[in-house]
């Protein structure tokens, strides 16, 4: 049953990938949306057992490598962070894939797109369920993979192969840090066993390894490590600019990978380690500090966009800052639980967004859209639901993760517990909540609340989408409303044995209990901004304020606005300063400098132009006058006689040498 | 009296005089040829006299050879020589550049 889990995905893509002349373009979307959902059943089962029942399942199917004390196997573990994912991979997969079956509807390569959703989701199952480093990696390259294919999907758009292009190679950024991890954990432990690694963990805590004078902390080094590998996959602040570039794919792709699956595949690197980064205060400090800064970053940025898909994405990726930062509090399960709820309502939410960009024509621009709430009343409702789950608002799923993440900061920045520094990223997390409401109903208000901006001939063709787009938007719907309430005793109940090992805690990093008994007025510092942000929006664009805002600080707001439109100007930076130099560095000193000049003048051309050169030369003393022929002759006899006379004395030339330069003296 | 090295000196300075008529001559094939002649009388001289210095007859069988070897040189020199100028109509040096490298 586990390992059906993981190949019905594999099975499925490769016979919608490689038959879908066959199937067609519905047998291959029916076959592939089957497979996920039984495989998502079968999850639901594995996570009763494993789960409920408790009974940890590890399975071993072959040696993949063996060399010396290197061994791998091809092994499976089934703890309770990985039946977590397998259920967010699968239900988000299987729903993206029912969406997609009549999203995708008038595309001509839908069994190529279901191909590599499937794949998508067979990768992300090895990624979570690989019981050594080296079989997480093998996923972690193929949801990368996937990922290009996927954003690529249109592949004659140009704008689709670029972002593609560019979440390859920033991905590959970080799994270039990921790489050394892995090599520094074999050198450390000598296994990339999870079972080893962490069985021995403890015992390393003290290990330092000298490298170019300077003694490392082995963990220290291996979490950052790991945690550049997450930076990457999970687009924290300064590997994040591929992110927003991805919503160039299909929406459904959007909504699987850059919302639910992929992005947390770096908290759940994170999350899987705790117990190696239990033992570095100095990189649990680095990742709440960036955690932070990405969260606050991001919602900033998010408020700014007018781009539907591009404002969930930065909410993407301000949530997955919050998610890291409650890795760097120690509280991974609290991670994980924001990770499971996010995914149901970010997938909502970009679900939703594309049932409005399928309804509109596949208009993006927010400012072209508005008073949508009277078309499409549904839509409306199902993403109020997930914009007021992200926003937490209380009682729904989001508020019972990111407002426990909000106390968790709240206890570990008072100074009795030695930890202040969490007051950082108190104050940046409690900032972004006030943006993420604050963007989250600045969308709901230009959506579909404002006044209309649609093109007149599109309001006649605006309807809302069939029951197999809805279907899924209902059953995340209820998930974003209801799945945080009933799980939050099973994720970070007092107490609660659920998670059995597979995450670790320090005692004296553990401060579940201080956060029960923080002063309810503290407690109501989230929401109170969440208030806020909701209220702010709603003053702005019901009123006027705004343009009133604009008119009076005119030059402050607009330079403001444009600031965080583009990006913090991230992007540019980043080209100015980084890529574009790369790229004359690799063509006009590395290409043409150094192999098609120095190497190649001082190798094959410069040798061939030096040969021919110099046989004209030579070839030009035989100017066929008789008299310079007589000169060659008695200067060739002379040296001769020369060097016979001095032969002994200088230098040992051999006979055949001599020999030689007798015959070429002559044939000059 | 025989001194050793005023015969020696005659032949040597005889060799090289033929050599600098070879090389300087710019224009006269006849000139080439005579210098080779003296080249061939340098040196059955010099064997000559080292055949009387060391008393051994064999330098000067050796110069006889010499003496049958550059009559013939000379003639078939000549013989080609005067075919180069029925061909050419010219024997100087300086034109005979035909074949170049």
Redesign the interface.
């Known amino acids: 049953m586990y390992l059906t889990i993981l190949f019905l995905p594999l099975l499925g893509s490769l016979i919608s990938g490689f038959g879908g002349r066959w199937l067609g373009c519905w047998g291959s979307s029916l076959y592939s949306t089957s497979c996920v959902l039984i495989s998502f059943f079968l999850s639901l089962m594995a996570f009763y057992e494993v789960g409920m029942c408790g009974v940890c399942c590890h399975i071993t199917l072959s040696t993949w490598l063996e060399s010396g004390a290197f061994k791998v196997n091809w092994g499976f573990l089934f703890d309770s962070v990985t039946v977590i994912m397998l259920i967010v991979v699968t239900s988000v997969s299987s729903l993206v894939h029912l969406y997609s079956i009549s999203y995708m509807e008038t595309d001509p390569h839908r069994p190529r797109f279901m191909a590599y959703l499937e794949i998508f989701t067979f990768f992300m199952l090895v990624l979570v369920t690989a019981d050594n480093l080296l079989q997480m990696f093998l996923g972690w390259e193929g949801v990368g993979l996937a990922s290009y294919l996927l954003i690529n999907f249109w592949f004659t758009r140009l704008p689709a192969n670029q972002s593609a292009i560019k979440a390859l190679i920033v991905n590959r950024i970080g799994d270039f840090g990921l790489t050394l991890g892995i090599l520094i954990i074999f050198w450390t432990f000598q296994s990339i066993d999870y079972s080893i690694i962490f069985s021995v963990a403890p015992l390393f805590e003290d290990f330092f390894f000298s490298f170019m004078g300077i003694n490392w902390h082995c963990i220290t080094l291996i979490g950052l490590f790991l945690f550049i590998g997450a930076v990457g996959k999970s687009a924290q602040l300064g590997l994040h600019t591929w992110l927003p570039d991805a919503m160039e794919g299909p929406t459904p792709v959007s909504a699987l990978i850059h919302a639910a699956t992929m992005v947390t595949a770096g908290v759940f690197l994170m999350i899987r380690f705790s117990l190696l980064l239990e033992f570095s205060p100095t990189i649990l400090c680095i990742l709440l500090t960036l955690g932070s800064l990405t969260a606050f970053f991001a919602g900033m940025t998010g408020i700014f966009q007018n781009d539907l898909k591009k404002v969930i994405a930065y909410s993407t990726c301000s949530q997955l800052g919050y998610m890291i930062f409650s890795c760097g509090l120690s509280c991974y399960e609290v991670s994980l639980f924001h990770l499971t709820n996010h995914a149901f309502f970010k997938a909502l939410l970009f679900l939703s967004a594309g049932s409005v960009i399928h309804a509109v024509n596949n208009e993006q621009d927010m400012r072209r859209m508005g008073s949508l709430v009277s078309f499409l009343p549904l839509t409306y409702s199902l993403m109020l639901i997930g914009s007021l789950s992200l926003a937490g608002f209380p009682f729904l799923t989001g508020f019972y993760s990111k407002d426990f993440i909000l106390e968790l900061t709240q206890i570990s920045s008072q100074k009795s517990l030695n930890s202040y520094y969490v007051s950082f990223s108190f104050w940046l997390g409690n900032i972004s909540v006030f943006f993420t409401s604050f963007y989250s109903f600045r969308l709901i208000y230009l959506t579909f609340l404002n006044n209309s901006n649609i093109n007149r001939s599109l309001v006649k063709s605006i309807h809302e989408s069939s029951i197999l787009m809805v279907l899924p938007l209902i059953i995340l719907a209820f998930g974003s409303l209801f799945f945080g309430y009933l799980s939050k005793d099973l994720f970070i109940g007092l107490g609660t044995d659920f998670w059995k090992g597979s995450i670790f805690i320090l005692p004296t990093n553990n401060f579940f209990v201080e956060a029960e008994w923080l002063l309810v007025l503290n407690k109501f510092l989230p929401f109170a901004l969440t208030v806020l942000g909701i209220f702010l929006a709603s003053l702005i664009n019901i009123t006027n304020v705004y343009k009133y805002f604009i008119f009076k600080i005119y030059g402050v707001t607009f330079f403001f606005a444009f600031l965080l439109n583009k990006k913090w100007f991230l992007d540019i930076l980043y080209n100015r300063a980084l890529v574009v130099p790369v790229l004359n560095f690799g063509y006009s000193t590395t290409f043409k400098a150094l192999d098609r000049g120095f190497i190649e003048l001082s190798g094959p051309l410069g040798l061939s132009i030096f040969v021919s050169k110099w046989s004209k030369v030579v ?9 310079h022929y ?2 060659f002759i ?1 200067i060739g006899i002379c040296l001769l006689f020369l060097v016979l006379t001095y032969n002994s004395l200088i230098f040992n030339i051999s006979p055949n040498v001599l020999l030689i330069f007798l015959v070429l003296t002559f044939y000059v | 009296m025989i001194n050793l090295f005023n015969y020696m000196n005659v032949s040597i300075i005889l060799f090289l005089v033929s050599i600098l008529g070879i090389c300087l001559n710019q224009r006269n094939i006849l000139v080439m040829l005579m210098s080779l002649e003296m080249m061939f009388l340098s040196v059955s001289f010099n064997l000559i006299f080292l055949s009387t210095y060391l008393d051994d007859v064999v330098g000067q069988i050796f110069s006889l050879l010499i003496l049958t070897v550059a009559a013939s040189e000379s003639s078939i020199g000549l013989a080609i020589l005067v075919i180069y100028y029925r061909i050419r109509n010219t024997i100087t040096v300086e034109l005979t550049n035909l074949m170049k490298g």
Request: net charge positive; no cysteine; aromatic share 8%.
């Open positions: 070839s030009r003393l035989q100017s066929g006058l008789l008299t007589v000169f008695v």
